[in-house]
Nanobody, 114 residues
Framework: QVHLVESGGGLVQAGGSLRLSCAAS????????MGWYRQAPGKQREWVAQ???????NYADSVKGRFTISRDNAKNTMYLQMSSLKPEDTAVYYC????????WGQGTQVTVSS
């Protein structure tokens, strides 16, 4: 049974920073390209960033230059460092594989106040 647990969200002022973590259990984490996704109120879930098994990263245009994705395969953990946060970054953030989704976790709420 694959289990994804996101953490690190919170309330932050615009311009602030947060670091999200994603802990994966029950899976061969190191063999999967992993990504961060987010869902704002009233909107569909969208892709934010991804990191391959070798560490190659890619970002949505809306977060490029502000967010940094990374992974620690030894710890089965992935991170999202978010800086220069904007109110439009407010959403529930989720992690999952890039190809062939696992069951979604509960996500972590990020709220950016103006």
């Amino acid at each position: 049974q694959v289990h994804l647990v996101e953490s690190g969200g919170g309330l932050v002022q615009a311009g602030g920073s947060l670091r999200l973590s994603c802990a994966a259990s029950g899976t061969i984490f190191s063999t999967k390209a992993m990504g961060w996704y987010r869902q704002a109120p009233g909107k569909q879930r969208e892709w934010v960033a991804q990191v391959t098994t070798s560490g190659t990263t890619n970002y949505a245009d809306s977060v490029k230059g502000r967010f940094t994705i990374s992974r620690d395969n030894a710890k089965n953990t992935m991170y999202l460092q978010m800086s220069s946060l904007k109110p439009e970054d407010t959403a529930v953030y989720y992690c999952n594989a890039v190809y062939g989704f696992y069951p979604w976790g509960q996500g972590t709420q990020v709220t950016v106040s103006s």
